[in-house]
């Protein structure tokens, strides 16, 4: 039902990695050779067609008529002609052919120009013997040549390492390159066209030359496999005859069963798929605790299952543990060597050199919320939710602590630490989510350093809010920068809200630069009111008009109630008051004034004392005028 998860990095893996290798190197090998040998049998048609007539039959007859002229004799019999080319081809060394095809056609060829013998003449002039030689000595050379080319030159192999050699990761692709693939030529093979079409290669190479090919073919693999085990050399053996060794370690063979222990790992993980999709994560943990622990059992199959069964914990500590245990194990820091370059794990499995695994990018984003809300994923209300988005609200004048209560700042620290060391080394420093994590790592710093900025305003010195505003401008910087790298890396590519991080870092940056305007213009109004200060203390011999305004209150708030006492105890003495003053209207009765708010009554007695303060400073100043008189 479900495939087995199996580890394959170990001497299965290997062992089906040499096989592999061992027969397309035994392929392309005997191809080579194969196209040597067809090669050395073109050239040698060519080598045997330059002696028909339609290239030397002009230098021929010009050979002849300067035998003519120079020694006055009548060579001009075609007889003479098949003479010389009779001659020539018995001193010719002649190679044998590899294709039925090719010696039908040689032999053709040469029973066109006679296969008569003819005995070595010693009357034949010098011209035509130092043409002779010309056309021998070129034949031999270009034999030399070609023996020389096809057989002993062999540079590809000879500058390699018997390892290196062997376990050459570019034989697949040689073998694939030389067959087209029906997906991509479609228009090739389905072309209606006759005229494109080409006849199927029906040449029959006899036993011998074969043998011969396979000869020098197992030469070339001699070397490379001395130093490997016995079942490969049996391997190389039975390639030729289109054999194959039983492969006990593999499992999934067709001719292969099942082991109790593979039986009873498939059943445990149909259970653990059962378990979890009707949400029993009790059950589901012991099974993944069950599975993990058998020695056989590849994790990075089944890695998402424990993330998503411990995500369902109380202790979410345990999911960042496991994911970050997984990146430290099969982690892509490997020595590079080319012998294990196809002995690796799959990428979709773990990772590479160009490639991020998916656990470590989980163990990331995982590390990021959970640092940022202390392990509290789950918004219940649209109150908490808008808490978790950087949202501050001012309440009684006091702010919401919720995010700052929320935030690790040792756990960010840690994963920022972590990543700027993870950006320094490949995959990492070519992978944009990675760079992406990173900004958003520091886009929460920022959002906690301005809060604890604006919750802690009064009570802390000033360098320390200095050092704040520092590090909000610093991070604000940082995740800009990121974004921009993350774009500009090969998985950049991905959609993310830009708006929303701009709009959010603007709001971060203007909590800081309003609070400092705020702080600014307190300054400035302290400063004000100590310059005052200091002006009335220089100034205490000129009384001001604030100081006599002042010092009226005081005496006015003392003698309040004595004044009103004194005015009625005098009133004999006084003289008539003007009844304007004390004019009773029926706006101002009594009973209306129970109705009447606090300050009406307050405005009302002010004025009143007010006309009795008149009263009595009128009537000082006339005392004074009639004592002087």
């Known amino acids: 039902m479900f495939d087995i998860p199996l580890n394959t990095s170990t001497y299965v893996n290997k062992h089906r990695v040499r096989e592999r290798q061992l027969r397309y190197r035994y392929i392309n090998e005997h191809t080579k050779q194969y196209k040597k040998y067809k090669r050395h049998v073109y050239k040698k048609k060519v080598l045997r067609r330059k002696y028909s007539d339609k290239k030397y039959g002009s230098s ?24 010389l080319i009779a001659r020539r081809n018995k001193k010719k060394t002649k ?17 066109a120009f006679g296969s008569t013998k003819y005995e070595e003449d010693s009357d034949i002039s010098e011209t035509e013997d130092t043409n002779n030689a010309n056309i021998n000595d070129t034949d031999e050379d270009a034999r030399i040549k070609l023996e020389k080319n096809d057989y002993d030159n062999d540079d590809d192999n000879n500058n390699l390492d018997e ?16 067959h087209h693939k029906p997906q991509q030529t479609y228009e090739l093979w389905i072309d209606p066209n006759t005229t494109t079409h080409r006849p199927l290669q029906t040449n029959i190479i006899r036993f011998p030359e074969w043998s011969k090919i396979e000869t020098r073919t197992k030469s070339k693999l001699k070397e490379p496999l001395a130093q490997t085990t016995h079942s490969l050399k049996a391997y190389q053996k039975l390639i030729p005859y289109g054999l194959y060794l039983h492969d006990p370690h593999n499992i999934r063979s067709y001719h292969k069963r099942p082991t109790i222990q593979d039986k009873h790992i498939e059943t445990m993980v149909i259970l653990l798929r059962i378990h979890i ?41 345990q999911c960042l543990t496991f994911l970050e245990w ?41 590390s990021l919320i959970f640092y940022s809300t202390k392990g509290d994923q789950t918004r219940r209300n649209k109150h908490d939710y808008e808490k978790g988005n950087m949202r501050i609200k001012e309440e009684d004048g006091e702010y919401d602590e919720h995010f700052l209560n929320k935030y690790d700042k040792e756990g960010m620290e840690r994963l920022i630490e972590k990543i700027t060391e993870m950006i320094l080394s490949p995959p990492f420093m070519e992978d944009g989510e990675v760079w992406f994590i990173l ?13 604890c900025y604006l919750n802690r305003r009064g009570g802390q010195p000033s360098y320390e809010r200095e050092k704040l505003y520092d590090q909000v401008t610093y991070d604000i910087n940082k995740v800009i920068k990121y974004l921009k790298e993350s774009k500009s890396r090969q998985n950049g590519d991905f959609l993310y809200p830009n708006d929303y991080i701009m709009r959010s870092l603007t709001q971060i940056e203007l909590r800081v630069s309003e609070e400092e305007e705020e702080e ?35 005496i006015e708030e003392n003698n309040r109630y004595q004044l009103v006492s004194q005015a009625i105890n005098e009133s004999d003495l006084r003289p008539e008051l003007d009844s304007s003053l004390f004019q009773v209207e029926e706006e101002n009765s009594f009973l209306q004034t129970l109705d009447m708010p606090d300050y009406l009554l307050e405005d009302d007695y002010n004025n009143q004392y007010n006309a009795h303060d008149n009263f009595y400073t009128n009537r000082d100043s006339d005392d004074r005028e009639y004592s002087s008189d």
Not at 100 to 106: A, G, K, M, V
Not at 443 to 451: E, G, I, K, N, V
Request: hydrophobic share 30%; glycine share 2%; charged share 30%.
């Open 60 to 83: 021929l007859d010009e050979n002849f008529n300067n035998s003519d002229n120079n020694n006055n004799n009548n060579n001009n019999h075609p007889e003479n002609k098949e003479y």
């Open 95 to 111: 190679w044998t052919t590899v294709y039925s095809q090719d010696t039908q056609e040689l032999e053709s060829e040469n029973n």
């Open 163 to 178: 390892e290196e050699a062997f376990i050459s990761s570019k034989d697949e692709r040689k073998y694939f390159s030389r």
């Open 277 to 317: 999709s009707k949400l029993n994560w009790s059950m589901a943990y012991r099974i993944f605790a069950l599975l993990i622990r058998i020695p056989r059992v590849d994790i990075r199959s089944i890695w998402q299952y424990g993330v998503a069964i411990l995500n369902q914990s109380e202790n979410l500590i």
């Open 326 to 366: 997984m990146h430290s194990v099969f982690s892509s820091k490997k020595a590079y060597h080319l012998t294990n370059l196809l002995q690796s794990d799959p990428v979709f499995r773990g990772s590479s050199r160009n490639h991020t695994a998916q656990f470590s990018l989980t163990w990331l984003w995982n």
């Open 439 to 451: 900004a958003m790592c520091h886009m929460m710093r920022a959002d906690y350093t301005s809060l």
């Open 520 to 554: 600014e213009e307190e300054e400035d109004d302290d400063d004000e009111e100590e310059e005052k200060e200091a002006s009335l203390s220089d100034d205490t011999n000129k009384p001001t008009h604030m100081s006599l305004t002042n010092k009226r209150k005081e």
